[in-house]
C-alpha cells in the first residue's frame, strides 16, 4: 500500500455534453497510454479517474472545464493504490468480491473491498487497487489477514 | 434476491445499494410525499442508490413479495448516458 | 496392525473382547500385509494410504492407517462404544458412515481448545488426534447418569414441562445443566478465520456421484463453466465402492476418466465442501478438511444453475433394542469395508425388505465378514438379480435355477436365510449379543441368533437439498445406476442449454450396477406397548414409538409439533436417520395411510456450520471497519486516546493531560483559551459542487441562499430534510464562481453526499438557471466526495494567529477577516486558510494535502502550541452554544434551534414547505436553551430529563450536552426544553434517576461565555 504521489483528477462530465474524443465511453473501460499504464478509467457515469500526471491531459481537462463540458476535480491524496498480482492476489481479492464475476465485462469498476470504497483496475498479471485513504489501514490489515489465511489453508 | 444490476456497473452484491423510498402516487401533497408509504403491491417504483459503488441512482421496479426485480433504471437525467 | 501398540492403565476393548471370548481383534481388518488390497477381485480400503499413526480415544492409544476416519480406526481396533445418547444416556456405537452420524459424536483435542460434537465417520484422523467420547461421566463404559434410565419409563417425551417443579426449579436447574447438552463447549476458540471465496459459474452441480459426475460431464461437455461440490475427501459417491460397469470399464476407471475430462474442460472440483444453504442467488458451500472445522473455505457460489444430485439415504427399521451399539445401517457397513477395509464384527445378521441385502451379504462374505443370517420381511421377494461383477457370478447361477437353490447355496456358504420374517428385538447390554426373530405372521414362533453385528436396511430415502435447484439422480428417486445416467445427462444438458450452451455432440453414458431395489415399505416390527419405549427413531435425542404415542395423546399430531414435543429430529443430523422413520410411524399410529405421512420442513444450513465459519473473517478488529485521519499515527504515538466516533477513530484526549478523559479535557480546553491550541478536524465531510448550476442547486438545498455567498468566503449553512426537520450544518466556502465546497458534521458525510446526489438525480430543477447550449439535457453540475483528500487542522486561541503568521509569512493573516478563505502555499503544498472555527477563539481551519498533514502539525507544535481532543472541543464549543449532532438529533427544526432568522429569509429550499407547518409553532416544541447548575458546581449529565419539580414525573425535554467549563468552573450544558418553559431564568430540574439524582438548573442563554463574542474577533 502506498500513498499515490501523482495528482489524481476525477472528471465528471456534464449531462447531454458528447464524451470527448479518445476517452473510454463503455462502462468500465480504460484507455492506456503506449506504455500500458491507465491514463482514464471510466468508473462511474459521467465520471472518469484519471490517476497517473500524463502530458496534455491537465491541459485537456482545463479545455474542457472552459468549454463548460464538465468539471475536473482535484483529488490528491483521497486514494492510496495496492496492487495485486499473479494467482495469490486474485484469490485475496476473491474473499471479498467476486473477482470475476464484476470484472467479465470490463476493465475498471468502483467496487467496495473488505467494506472499503476503492477503484479497482485490471492490469497485466494482476490488478491494481485504488483505497480511500481513511479505509486504507482496515483495508491493509483485511488484505493481510486474507493473504495469511489463504496461505495457511493452501499450505 | 442477492444481486441487483446495477446499468452502469452490472450485476453487484445487495449490500452495494441503499433503499430510499418507494415513489409516491403523482399528484401527492407534499406531506403525502414525505410521510404516506404508498403500497404499489406487486409493482413497487422504488428510489435506490448505488452507493458501494458507482453512486448512481436508480428507479427500480420491482415486486417486495418476491424480491424479483422488474427493472433497474437511471433515475433522472442528472447521470444521462450516452 | 493393533498389536504392536502397548495399551496404557487400562485395558483395550481388545483384550477385555479376547477375555470374554468374543472375536479377537485383529479379524475385523482382513491380515494381508496392507488391508488396502483385493479378495476375489474385489477392491477394498480405497480410502487408506500405507503410512500409519497413531491417535488417542478416552485415554487410549490405538493405531490407525493415514486416511482413516475415527470411525473406521476405532471399529478396526474393536471399539463399540462411542458415545452415550443425550437424553437417557444410553450406549451409542457408530450407526452410519457419513455425515448423518447420530450417535458416534466426539470431541477433538484438550480443553479449552476442544471441538465438541464432531462426527468420528467424517473426522479423518491426524497423528497424535486426542479423541474423547462425550455425554458420560465418569466414563464410558460407567456412566453415572445412565443409571436414571432404569426408571425407564419417566423419560418420555416432553417428561421436562411436567417435571422438576417442587419445590423449586432452581434446585434442579445446575444438575439439570450439567446433565443436559451434548459435548463440551470449548473454553477457548481453537479455530482459525475461515479463508473465504467468492466465485460464480455457470452450473453448479451438488454431489459428485453418479448422477453428479454425469451431469457435470454433460454441461461442461456443452461449453458451461461448471462447479462440483462434493461434501467427501474424493469424488464419485457409489461409484468409488460399488459393484458397477460404466461404459465398459468398472465404475471406478469411468469415474478417475471423468474427473479428468471435467478438470480438462476446465470445471472444478471442490471436495470436502458441503453445500449448507442459498441465500437469493447465491449458494454458500463451506470446506471442512477432514471433517473438522476450522481451516476450512466459506465459499459463495454464484450460480446461474444448480443442480442438485445428493443422493439418497438409507433408512433404518425400528425394532425393540434398535439403539444397541452393533447395529449399524447396511450401506455403512459396505462403506467402511469398501473404503476402509473394516469388516463388521463377530457374526453379522442382515435385516432389511428388499433385495440388496443378498448382493451385500455375498460382498461382504467375500471380505471376511462371518455372516451368519438374512432377515428378509419380504413374503416372496426376488432373491437376487443377475449381477455384472465375477464376485457373484455364483448367485447368477442360483438365480437362474431359482430360489430354493439360490437359498441352499447361501446355506452352503453358512448364510442362513429367512424370508416372510422379521427381527423383533436385539438384546444386548452395551452392545449386541443377539436378535428374536419370528415370522411375520406368526410372531410367537420366535427364535433367536447369536451375532455380534446388525446390519439394518429400510430402503432409501432421497437426500433434501437446495429448495430451488434441478434434483437428478438418486435424490430424485433413481437409486440404481443403469436409469440414472440418461436423466442425469439430460439435466446437466438442459441447465446449459438455458445459459446458451448448445448441446455438444458426446452421449451420455451407459452403467450398470446394482439393479433396482424393489423396496417393500417396513418401518418398525410390531411390539407390545410396553416394549414401544425401546424402539428407538432417533438415536441421538432418544426418542421412541412410545414417545409419539404420548405426543398424540397430548394433542400434538402434526409432524412439526411432534418433532418439537418429542424432539424428534432436532439433533446434529437433523433427522436424517429419523425423519422418514418418524412420520412414517407418526402417521401408522395415527391410523393414516402412509402416503399421508410428512416430514419436517428443512431450513439453512444443511450441515451443521460453526460461527466461526459464518462470521468469516469479520471478526477482532476487522469487525467494523474503521477510518483513520492523516494524523492518526502521530495522535497514537504521543498518548491520543483514539475512540471510534462512527466510522472514524479520533482522538478523545491526550494521556499527557490528565489521568482520565474528564481531567485532560478541562486542562486542554482551559489552555486553549488561554493561549490556544490545535485539534485535528480532518474528519469533517467535505464535498466540492462544482459547475455552471452549482449555485442555484445549492440554494435548493441549504436554507439559507448560497448564491449570495461571496468567493473567498464561507457561511455557516444548514441543510433541512424534505419533512422540514434539519439534516445537518457546516460551513460552505465558495472558492470560485462555479466551485463551492461544503462540510459536513464527521458523521454525516456519507449521508448527506447521498442527499445532494439524489436530489441532483430526481428533483425537477426548474428553478435553476442552466448556461449550458440549449440542446443539453439535465443539470451542468458535479457533486464529488473530497473528505480524503483534505485534511483539517484547527488553530484556536490567543495566540494562534500569531503563531501561525510565523509558518506562513507571506499571508496577511491579520487581514484575513472572519470567515473568509485564502489558499496559500506551504512546504510545496496548496493549503487553505480559513479564518473559522468551533471554539469561539479566535480561530483558522487549514484545509492541506493529507501527505502534508503531519508536517504541518509538527510545524505548530514545535512553534509552541499543544494538541487537543475531542474532548475538549466539546467543552469549548457547549461554552459558546455551537451545536453538534447531539443538538441536531433530526427531531428539531430550525426554528427550536433558534434559526429564526435563516428561516425568515424564505429560500425556496428542500424542507421549506413541511416546515411551515402550524404544529412546528406550537407551544411545547423543543426549544435551545443554556442550563448552569442552580447552586454552583453541581453536575449534570447529558441525557437527564428536565422536569419542573425535583420529583416530576413528566419530561419537558432533556439535557443534550454538559460538560464541566474551566472558563465559569462549573458545569455548564445545552437542553432541549419545552418552549413555554424556557424564559431565562426559570429554575428546571435535571432529573437522572440511574446516575446519581436530580440536579436543579437554571435556564441561561446557550451562549455561556463571551456572548458578545468578542474573543472570535481577537479582542480581549
Redesign the interface.
Known sequence: MRSVASPLVEFVLF??Q??PEGWPAL??SVVRDTAGQAVLLH?????WFAPAAVPGLSAAFQGLERAGTGAALRVDGKYEVCDFSGAVGARILAST?DLA??L???DC????LFDC?ALLLRESGGYRVWVQTSYAAHFKAAVERAAAICAKIRG | ???LACP?????????F?F?KTMPNAGDS??A???LRVDHGTHSEE?W?H???????LRVVRNPST?AVASMT????????? | MNSADRPRRRPTNSRRAAREGRVPVAETRPPVPSAKGAVEGKRYGTRLRDSTLTFTFDGVRYAARAGDTAAAALLAAGVSLFGRSVKARRPRGVFTAGPEEPCALLTVGQSPLVIPNVPATTLVLHAGMVLRSQNRWPSLRFDFASLLQVGGSLFTAGFYYKTFFWPTWRVFEPIIRHLAGLGEAPGACALSPPAVEHLSCDVLVVGSGPAGVTAALAAARAGAIVVVCEREPVCGGELEFEDSIVDGMPGYQWLARSLLELRTLGARLLCNTTVVAE????VIAHTEPDGLPGDNTVYRI?AGRVLSAVGALEQPIAFIGNDLPGVMLLGAAERYAALYGVRPRGPVVLFGNHHRLYAAALRLRGLGANIVAIVDTRVDGELLKPEPTAAVALAQVAAAEGRDAAVALLRACGIACYQGHTLHAAHGWRGIRQVRVAPVDAPHAAFTIDCQSLLVSGGWVPQRGLPNASITGAAAGQVDLASLMTPAYDAGLLAAAALGFTVSAHTAPEGTGDPLPVVVPYLRSPAAAAEEKRQFIDLQNDVTVADLRVAIAEGFSHIEHVKRYTTLGIGTEQGRTSNTLGAGILAELRGLEPQQAQTSRARPPLAPMTLNSIAGQRTGAAFRVSRHTPLHDWHAAHGGVLDPMGLWLRPRYYRANGRDAGSAAVVEAARVRATGGIADCSTLGKIEIVGPDAAAFLDEIFLTRASALKVGRARYMVQLR??GLVLDDGLLLRVDEQRFLATTSSSHG?EVL?HL??H???APGATRATTLPTDS???G?SITDVTDSWAVIAVAGPSSRPTLQGLLPTVALDRLSHMAFIDTEYAGHTVRVLRAGFSGELAFELYCPPVLAAVLWQALLEAGLAPYGIDALDILRVEKGYLTTAEINGQVTPLDLGMQAMVGQGNACIGQ??LARPAFHEEHRPCLVGLQAADGRAAFLAGAQIALSAGGTRSLGYVTSSVFSPTLDRWVGLALVARNHTSLGTTLWARDPLRGGDTAVCVVSPVHVDPEGLRMKGLP
Open positions: 449531462p447531454g458528447p464524451v462502462p468500465g468508473v462511474g457515469p459521467l465520471r468480491l464475476g464484476i467479465r465485462s470490463r469498476a468502483a467496487v467496495t470504497p | 434476491m442477492t444481486q452502469f456497473c452490472g450485476p453487484r452484491p445487495l449490500e452495494e441503499l430510499r407534499a406531506y410525499r414525505t410521510y428510489q442508490q452507493s458501494g459503488g458507482c453512486r448512481v441512482w424480491g437511471v433515475e433522472g437525467s442528472a447521470y444521462e448516458l450516452r | 441465500a437469493g442467488d447465491t454464484r424534505e419533512d456519507l447521498s446526489e439524489h441532483l438525480a430526481s439535457r439535465g443539470c453540475l414547505t413541511l
